[in-house]
C-alpha cells in the first residue's frame, strides 16, 4: 500500500517533532522550512526576514532541560538545565542527526497556499504550492501538520501610545532587539511585562544610564531557581501538585503562592504587584529583576500616557526627560495567509478543536501544532499533538462530532475568560499537564498509575511524585519506547549532574540531595503551571 504523504509546515521545535512522528506513523513526511537551518524561533540571526520569528542574542530558556525534551531522546546530562539558545540549537540538531529527519526538509522554500483538492470530501486531499529560487510547484498531500509558530507577527499598538509619531528617540518591538551593544550611556524605555521584557530591561540596565520598565497591570515574578536550588518547573509541574491544586480552592492556592513569592520580595515595595491574581496571567520569570531593581538600574513605572519629542509622561503624572530610544515588548499576534482562510483569526483567537484541528473540514486530514501558550512548556506539548494528528491522519483515532468539538472549543473559551486578565496572550492558554493527559487520553498514552502502582511501585512513584517529563507518555500505547522507564528512575540525576563541577569533600551523596525534592520536602500546592 502506498504510504501517505504529509507536508510539514516549518521546521522549528514543532516541525522536527511533526516530522519524526510521520516516520513513526509509516507516513512520508516533506517539511518546507522558509529558513536555511531548522530551529525555527530558537535559531539566532542578526538579521531578521519577515514573518520569521526572531530571538535576542543572550536569551536563555526559562524551562528546564528534562521537562523540554522530546519525549524519547533525554537531553544529555551534562547539558545544564536552563540552556542558552545555542546549546538549544546544538540538542535540537542532535535530535535531528540522531533520527534522520534533515533528509525529509526543503529548506529556504516558502508555502505559499494550502487548498482543499476538487475531491477533498472524498480524498481529503490538498493541493500545497510552494516557492523556492523564484520557482513555483504545486503538491500533493494526503494531510498537513501546520507547525509555523505563533511569534512571527509583532503586536505593535502604537494607536494607544499618543505622540509616539513625533518622537524623536529610536523606539521599535522587541523582536527586532539583538544585544545591548548600541545602548550604552542611554536611558531607555521598555514597555511590557513578559518574559521577553523583564530579560531585555534586565541586559540593558547593565551597560544603560537608566532603564524604565513601564507595565500597565504589574505582574508576579517567579524564578527559575526554585527550593533547594531545583528547577522552577521540575519541583512545581509533578501529578501530586496537581491532585493537591484541583482539590484546593483556588483562593487557598494563589494566597499560597502570593505569600511564597513576597517573601522573596515584597512585590508592592517594588511597583510590580498588580490587581489580579498569580494564576490569573501567564507567568513572568527572572531571577534578576528584583535585584537589578534594589541596586537602582531599573525603575518600574506605570503605562506611559503620552510621548513627547523627547519625554515620556506616564500615568501617575510624572515624568521622565531626554528619553533615548523606547522598546515595546507588547507580543504577537498570528496568522494563516497561506491557508486561504480556512482557519479565520480575530483578536488572536481561533476555533480549533483542542487548538488543533478545523471544525468545518469534511476529513480531519489539516492539523495545527504548538499554537499554545502553556503554563509550562511547549516542546512537548507539540510533539504529543503530532502524534495524535499523525493517527488521526491514518484514521487510527477518531475525532468527536462537530457539535461536540464546538461544546469543548466553547467550554475551553469560557474558561479562559473566567481564569485570566483580558489580553490577546491569554487566547491560547493551557495548563501544561492538564492539557498533555488531555490529549494523552485521546492517543492512548496517559500513564495508568493504578496499573503502575501494582506492577512497578518504584516507577510509580517517580511518575505521581517526581516531574511529570515527557517520557511518561511513553510507558505504553501507541509509539512506547523501551527506555521511557530508565529516562524517568535517572532524571533527577540528569538534574543534578551539571550543577556538580566542583565536589566538596562534604558533598552528601546524590541519593540524599534528591530527598530534597520530595513532595514533602516542597511546598504543597505552588506550582505558576497548575491550577
Known amino acids: 500500500m502506498t504510504r501517505k ?49 526572531s530571538i535576542y542574542k543572550s536569551l536563555t530558556v526559562n524551562t528546564s532541560k528534562e521537562m523540554m525534551c522530546f519525549s524519547d531522546f533525554p537531553a544529555p546530562s551534562h547539558f545544564p538545565n536552563y540552556m542558552h539558545n545555542s546549546k538549544l540549537m546544538d540538542y535540537i540538531r542532535m535530535y535531528a542527526r540522531h533520527f534522520g529527519l534533515l533528509e525529509y526538509i526543503r529548506f529556504q522554500t516558502k508555502v505559499l497556499s494550502v487548498r482543499k483538492r476538487p475531491d477533498f470530501s472524498f480524498s481529503g486531499q490538498w493541493d500545497v504550492t510552494v516557492e523556492s529560487d523564484e520557482k513555483q510547484e504545486t503538491l500533493v498531500f494526503d494531510g498537513v501538520l501546520v507547525c509555523s509558530g505563533h511569534h512571527t507577527d509583532p503586536y505593535l499598538p502604537l494607536q494607544s501610545f499618543p505622540g509616539i509619531e513625533k518622537f524623536e528617540g529610536r523606539y521599535f518591538h522587541s523582536r527586532e532587539y539583538k544585544s545591548p551593544d548600541d545602548f550604552l550611556g542611554k536611558r531607555i524605555i521598555v514597555v511590557g511585562i513578559g518574559n521577553s521584557a523583564v530579560d531585555i530591561a534586565v541586559e540593558l540596565s547593565r551597560i544603560a544610564k537608566q532603564v524604565f520598565l513601564s507595565t500597565k497591570r504589574g505582574a508576579w515574578i517567579f524564578n527559575r531557581v526554585w527550593n533547594n536550588g531545583y528547577p522552577l518547573d521540575t519541583s512545581s509541574l509533578t501529578r501530586f501538585n496537581n491532585f ?44 534578576d529583576l528584583p535585584n537589578h531593581i534594589i541596586s537602582g538600574r531599573v525603575q518600574v513605572k506605570p503605562n506611559v500616557r503620552e510621548f513627547t519629542e523627547t519625554d515620556a509622561i506616564f500615568d501617575d503624572g510624572t515624568r521622565e526627560e531626554k528619553i533615548d530610544a523606547v522598546i515595546f515588548a507588547t507580543g504577537y499576534s498570528f496568522s494563516f495567509p497561506f491557508l486561504d482562510g480556512l482557519i479565520n483569526v480575530t483578536n488572536n483567537e481561533v476555533s480549533l478543536y483542542k487548538y488543533m484541528f478545523p471544525l468545518e473540514l469534511e476529513k480531519p486530514t489539516l492539523a495545527v501544532i504548538g499554537l499554545i501558550q502553556p503554563f509550562g512548556i511547549v516542546l512537548p506539548i ?14 487510527l483515532s477518531q475525532l468527536p462530532s462537530v457539535k461536540n468539538m464546538m461544546a469543548d472549543i466553547a467550554q475551553r473559551k469560557r474558561a479562559l475568560e473566567k481564569r485570566y486578565v483580558k489580553t490577546p496572550r491569554h487566547t491560547l492558554q493551557v495548563d501544561h499537564l492538564e492539557y498533555m493527559d488531555e490529549i494523552a487520553t485521546l492517543l492512548g498514552v496517559k500513564p495508568n498509575l493504578l496499573v503502575l502502582f501494582l506492577s512497578d511501585p518504584k516507577l510509580a512513584m517517580e511518575v505521581v511524585f517526581g516531574p511529570c517529563t515527557p517520557y511518561q507518555y511513553r510507558l505504553q500505547g501507541p509509539g512506547k519506547w523501551d527506555g521511557a522507564r530508565r529516562a524517568i528512575l535517572t532524571q533527577r540525576e540528569r538534574i543534578i549532574k551539571p550543577l556538580r563541577t566542583r565536589i566538596t569533600t562534604r558533598t552528601p551523596h546524590l541519593h540524599s540531595s534528591l530527598e530534597n525534592m520530595r513532595p514533602e520536602k516542597r511546598s504543597p500546592f505552588l506550582s505558576p503551571y497548575c491550577a
Request: one cysteine or more; hydrophobic letters at 35%.
Open 244 to 287: 493537591l491544586q484541583r482539590i484546593a480552592m483556588t483562593e487557598m492556592v494563589n494566597n499560597h503562592i502570593e505569600k511564597t513569592l513576597n517573601s522573596r520580595f515584597d512585590h508592592a515595595h517594588y511597583g510590580l504587584k498588580p490587581q489580579h491574581r498569580p494564576l490569573s496571567q501567564h507567568p513572568t520569570i527572572s531571577d
Open 5 to 53: 504523504c504529509v507536508a510539514v509546515i516549518g521546521a522549528g521545535i514543532s516541525g522536527l517533532g511533526a516530522i519524526k512522528c510521520c516516520l513513526d506513523e509509516d507516513l512520508e513526511p516533506t517539511c518546507f522550512e522558509r529558513n536555511d537551518d531548522i530551529g525555527g524561533l530558537w535559531k539566532f540571526q542578526e538579521n531578521m526576514s519577515e514573518k520569521t520569528p
Open 382 to 395: 507539540a510533539e504529543l499533538q503530532s502524534r495524535w494528528a499523525t493517527r488521526v491522519f491514518k484514521g
